[in-house]
């Protein structure tokens, strides 16, 4: 199993907290990724980094913002959840110059907002 | 863009038998990557097959193989033997070779059941 990890798994909380999802990987791994997965399951990819001080936003429009100040360690924040936020976030990880580039991902953070 | 189709929102299986789930792809690349990702229940998601566009010859991994079909844009999943272990959703996701294209375009998945 790759070594990427996320906190909390389950979160259930208030409309208007703020709440940061947490995601560590130990592989050195210099690019990583969040998605947003629905209700549907499909993925929707709503940031990403290439590597320290990197962020960019993804496919998806997310409320969310990221930081990567170090390779390891890439949380997501959400400044106000509001009940349109809850969903499973999937936190990933990539190396670049692994030719195929394929990704390891965590276990998921399910969040609910009440 | 490259988008990534599946067909078939869910699938079931008898256990010990075969089934192969169904993914096109459309793009305008000739190089470029290929992944079946298997999601069980509330657990990590995981790679469980890989294909090279360049390589002609079909991966296989234990008892996950794929048939892939170039020119029709085609990439399935073929798992034999089906065990109860194997009811989760799979992804189908593309990833276009080069230099900044690290980012992989996943399918809407197929939840596969597996009936005892």
């Known amino acids: 199993e790759a070594d990427i990890y996320q906190t909390p798994r389950y979160l259930v909380i208030g409309t208007g907290k703020k709440i940061t999802l947490e995601c560590s990987q130990t592989?050195?791994?210099?690019?990583m990724y969040w998605y947003q997965q629905d209700p549907g399951m499909e993925l929707h990819l709503i940031h990403y980094s290439y590597g320290v001080n990197s962020t960019e936003k993804g496919d998806l429009s997310s409320e969310s913002t990221v930081s990567r100040i170090r390779t390891e360690h890439f949380p997501l924040t959400l400044e106000s959840a509001r009940p349109s936020h809850t969903s499973q976030y999937l936190c990933?990880?990539?190396?670049?110059?692994?030719?195929?580039?394929?990704?390891?991902f965590g276990e998921g953070s399910r969040l609910t907002v009440l | 863009a490259q988008t990534v189709t599946q067909s078939q929102p869910e699938m079931s299986v008898q256990e010990a038998e075969t089934v192969t789930l169904s993914c096109t792809y459309d793009?305008?690349?000739?190089?470029?990557?290929l992944f079946w990702y298997k999601q069980p229940p509330s657990r990590q998601m995981i790679l469980v097959i890989r294909?090279?566009?360049?390589?002609?010859q079909n991966a296989t991994e234990n008892r996950f193989s794929v048939n892939f079909q170039k020119a029709a844009k085609s990439f399935s999943l073929k798992i034999s033997d089906s065990q109860l272990g194997d009811a989760a959703m799979y992804f189908c996701a593309y990833r276009r070779s080069g230099a900044g294209s690290y980012q992989l375009t996943f399918g809407k998945g197929t939840k596969l059941s597996v009936i005892p």
């Open positions: 592989m050195g791994h210099d690019k």
């Open positions: 793009t305008s690349e000739s190089d470029y990557y």
């Open positions: 990933a990880s990539s190396q670049t110059g692994r030719r195929t580039g394929e990704l390891f």
């Open positions: 294909q090279e566009a360049y390589k002609q």
